[in-house]
């Protein structure tokens, strides 16, 4: 069942657009979500569970992967109706990758953590066959596992090539979005803790540089959460404290030079985000979304056109809509034409 709701608006302007509830046939906390396109999206969360629609959100089938009851799955790649990713975030040898080439029949698992300290917490891909997936430090180094074949072989990156972390820094297995790659060898993850920082590669992980943000840190509850590059030069980072998620301030940040510095976006009003993405058909376009929050914006994060109370974890977009998973197994999801009225 589909129920169609339209968001609270608290701007000035009015976001004309439905919103869909979609059923999903499940109660457990989704916060993987990829979309491959209008037809098909991949959804994963608690317990082992995976979802897949095949016919743009009419019908969502959730399963379980064997033997995998226990783990968390944080986030989820998928390149078509029959090839997707899962990444297992937790300690030790609870940080897993499965994959799957026929729609979920078979999952392979290709990669269990034995470092006891481990802890995965999420990856992105070039393409189906070169991706990159992110872990918080051992040894005061972050770990990071790169495959160049489809995950037949998952390597880790030499931690000397790689910066040091700072004590008490970490990244968040939030949204699966702590890493973002763009173009063929262009890659950036973040942190947060003691610091809230950018690391980035322009070599597919094989030399790397950091940089310093203002985004709110701290306590281990607080950071950058996401990361979203439209191109690559300008992307925006999104954060701030999931324990005191109405707090607004210094939550979302900009660069326009690749990573190398960002500016605070002053935009109002700001609360912690979980998620951000931007809207492909429409560049300046971007959707935003906490556990108290989810916004909408048409001007690159001026100012917002809704501002609704709708829970959500994670976030996408493809050609033909924007789509957001939360807790209690939601589902929403809003289809182009996008009709952006001032009131």
């Given at each position: 069942m589909r129920t169609a709701i339209a968001l609270c608006v608290l701007t000035a302007g009015c976001f004309a657009q439905h919103w869909i509830h979609e059923e999903s046939h499940t109660k457990e906390s989704l916060r993987g979500l990829s979309a491959y396109s209008g037809r098909v999206a991949w959804a994963s969360g608690t317990h082992g569970t995976y979802l897949r629609t095949i016919d743009s959100g009419q019908n969502w089938v959730p399963?379980?992967?064997?033997?995998?009851?226990a783990l968390d799955f944080r986030d989820v790649e998928a390149f078509s109706e029959d090839l997707a990713y899962l990444l297992a975030a937790g300690l030790g040898e609870q940080s897993r990758i499965y994959k799957t080439?026929?729609?979920?029949?078979?999952?392979?698992?290709?990669?269990?953590?034995?470092?006891?300290?481990?802890?995965?917490?999420?990856?992105?891909?070039?393409?189906?066959?070169?991706?990159?997936v992110?872990?918080?430090?051992?040894?005061?180094?972050?770990?990071?596992?790169?495959?160049?074949d489809g995950g037949q072989h998952w390597n880790y990156i030499d931690p000397e090539r790689l910066p040091p972390a700072l004590d008490g820094e970490g990244a968040f297995a939030a949204s699966g979005t702590c890493i973002t790659t763009q173009g063929k060898s262009n890659v950036w993850f973040v942190t947060g803790g003691s610091a809230a920082r950018v690391f980035r590669s322009t070599d597919a992980g094989k030399t790397w540089t950091v940089s310093d943000t203002q985004i709110v840190h701290g306590p281990a509850s607080a950071g950058i959460f996401s990361i979203a590059f439209r191109d690559a030069r300008y992307g925006l980072i999104a954060g701030g404290d999931y324990k005191d998620p109405e707090k607004?301030?210094?939550?979302?940040?900009?660069?326009?030079?690749?990573?190398?510095?960002?500016?605070?976006l002053r935009i109002s009003q700001q609360k912690y985000f979980s998620a951000i993405a931007f809207v492909p058909e429409h560049g300046r376009w971007l959707v935003a979304g906490g556990s108290t929050a989810f916004a909408f914006s048409h001007n690159g994060l001026r100012g917002w056109k809704e501002f609704s109370s709708a829970k959500v974890n994670a976030l996408a977009s493809d050609s033909k809509g924007i789509w957001a998973v939360g807790p209690d197994g939601a589902i929403l999801k809003t289809e182009f034409p996008l009709v952006v009225t001032e009131n």
């Amino acid at each position: 069942m589909r129920t169609a709701i339209a968001l609270c608006v608290l701007t000035a302007g009015c976001f004309a657009q439905h919103w869909i509830h979609e059923e999903s046939h499940t109660k457990e906390s989704l916060r993987g979500l990829s979309a491959y396109s209008g037809r098909v999206a991949w959804a994963s969360g608690t317990h082992g569970t995976y979802l897949r629609t095949i016919d743009s959100g009419q019908n969502w089938v959730p399963a379980q992967v064997p033997g995998a009851e226990a783990l968390d799955f944080r986030d989820v790649e998928a390149f078509s109706e029959d090839l997707a990713y899962l990444l297992a975030a937790g300690l030790g040898e609870q940080s897993r990758i499965y994959k799957t080439v026929d729609g979920g029949k078979h999952w392979d698992l290709q990669f269990t953590n034995h470092e006891a300290k481990g802890f995965l917490d999420c990856m992105s891909f070039w393409d189906p066959q070169r991706g990159i997936v992110i872990g918080d430090p051992v040894n005061g180094k972050f770990q990071l596992l790169t495959t160049g074949d489809g995950g037949q072989h998952w390597n880790y990156i030499d931690p000397e090539r790689l910066p040091p972390a700072l004590d008490g820094e970490g990244a968040f297995a939030a949204s699966g979005t702590c890493i973002t790659t763009q173009g063929k060898s262009n890659v950036w993850f973040v942190t947060g803790g003691s610091a809230a920082r950018v690391f980035r590669s322009t070599d597919a992980g094989k030399t790397w540089t950091v940089s310093d943000t203002q985004i709110v840190h701290g306590p281990a509850s607080a950071g950058i959460f996401s990361i979203a590059f439209r191109d690559a030069r300008y992307g925006l980072i999104a954060g701030g404290d999931y324990k005191d998620p109405e707090k607004g301030g210094a939550n979302l940040a900009r660069t326009s030079d690749g990573g190398k510095t960002w500016k605070l976006l002053r935009i109002s009003q700001q609360k912690y985000f979980s998620a951000i993405a931007f809207v492909p058909e429409h560049g300046r376009w971007l959707v935003a979304g906490g556990s108290t929050a989810f916004a909408f914006s048409h001007n690159g994060l001026r100012g917002w056109k809704e501002f609704s109370s709708a829970k959500v974890n994670a976030l996408a977009s493809d050609s033909k809509g924007i789509w957001a998973v939360g807790p209690d197994g939601a589902i929403l999801k809003t289809e182009f034409p996008l009709v952006v009225t001032e009131n």
